[in-house]
């Protein structure tokens, strides 16, 4: 009977079904052997699971490689019901809220929540009245305090005389000063004489350091006359001293003093032209726009450097006094000086919008 129903089949129908036959048999073969069912994977005992701090990221597979496998062959299979499933940690909120960039101010949600059709999302801005804006406009700007004129105070109350040898200053009055000594009284009305020898001195002036009870206009006198003719340095250091303690009309003679230092020197550098424009601020602080305006006129004339900013010097005095033309003409001249002063340019057109011609 089984050769009756072979006979039914040909020849390629009867190699497939015994190669059929045989993976069947290696199948059944291999479900047999091996480990028995429902045996389950472990880690030996020197290994151990990873852990990890809780972070702000998802956690990814390959960066725990080396837990499953380390020590193992990766290519030989592993029978097993199931792996261990890795510990993944899902994706947490930051430890902190984000910086947001600065937004403008808006309406409240409330606001908006609460909008009928037709209505305005954003109020009227809480800007001043009319009035309020015309006393902006009107506002003058406040003018610096000068500094008060103390030229009949007293410096000190005694008169100090420093002494060698490490010897304590004396306080009380000078009487009298001799070739060879000084007479002093002190403070409890002891009277002594001191000679020169004893009394130390100034290492940056070369005199004796004696701080005297003078008024600051005895201590002008007193520093002018030992000023030589030629020291502008000194001249200067004069005028900020005496410009410091209120005596304007002197600082602006050692500041046209030393001016007229380095003009008869041909020194026309930064330093003349910083001077300049210190008498001439000077001036004008005090009233004396004509001084200022001659002075600028009469260095045009001197040189021909820093024509521009003379000129423009020169404008902001004529629009102080309110000669507006003759201040456009002098922002002019310093415009054709040098074109692209913007000093100029911005000054001149500023007076041209205030005398209400705007199309210049």
């Not at 129908?13 to 480990?35: M, P, S, Y």
């Amino acid at each position: 009977m089984t050769a009756r129903i072979l006979k039914r089949f040909n020849r390629e129908q009867l190699t497939l079904g015994a190669a059929g036959g045989l993976a069947g048999l290696l199948l059944l073969t291999g479900l047999g052997g091996g480990e028995p069912a429902g045996a389950t994977f472990r880690l030996p005992s020197a290994e151990r699971a990873y852990a990890s701090a809780p972070s702000t990221a998802p956690e990814y597979v390959h960066e725990k490689f080396s837990v499953y496998w380390d020590g193992r062959d990766i290519f030989m299979p592993v029978a097993v019901d199931k792996l261990p499933v890795p510990d993944l940690t899902p994706p947490m909120p930051r430890l902190e809220p984000l910086a947001l960039p600065p937004l403008g101010p808006g309406p409240a949600f409330e606001a908006l929540n609460r909008l009928t059709h037709g209505t305005i999302s954003v109020g009227a801005a809480d800007l001043p009245s009319d009035a309020e804006l015309a006393e902006l406009v009107n506002l003058a700007e406040p003018e610096p305090a000068a500094p008060a004129d103390r030229r009949a105070e007293k410096m000190r109350e005694w008169d100090v005389i420093h002494r060698t040898g490490n010897l304590a200053p004396l306080e009380g009055r000078i009487v009298h000063e001799a070739p060879g000594y000084v007479d002093f009284q002190g403070k409890d009305k002891a009277r002594m004489r001191i000679p020169w020898s004893q009394v130390s001195f100034d290492k940056k002036t070369g005199e004796p350091w004696i701080e005297r009870g003078w008024t600051y206009e005895e201590e002008y006198r007193h520093r002018s006359g030992r000023l030589k003719g030629g020291d502008a340095s000194g001249r200067i250091a004069l005028a900020e001293w005496s410009r410091e303690y209120g005596m304007t009309t002197e600082a602006a003679q050692e500041y046209r003093a030393a001016v007229e230092i380095l003009k008869a020197r041909g020194d026309f550098k930064k330093e003349f032209f910083d001077i300049v424009g210190a008498a001439g601020d000077l001036m004008c602080e005090t009233g004396d726009f004509d001084g200022a305006v001659a002075l600028y006129a009469a260095v045009m004339q001197w040189t021909p450097f820093e024509r521009a900013e003379m000129a423009v010097r020169t404008g902001d005095a004529m629009r102080a006094l309110g000669l507006n033309e003759a201040a456009l003409d002098a922002y002019g001249q310093a415009l054709e000086a040098s074109p692209r002063t913007t000093r100029a340019r911005a000054s001149q057109a500023r007076l041209l919008y205030q005398s209400g011609r705007d199309a210049e």
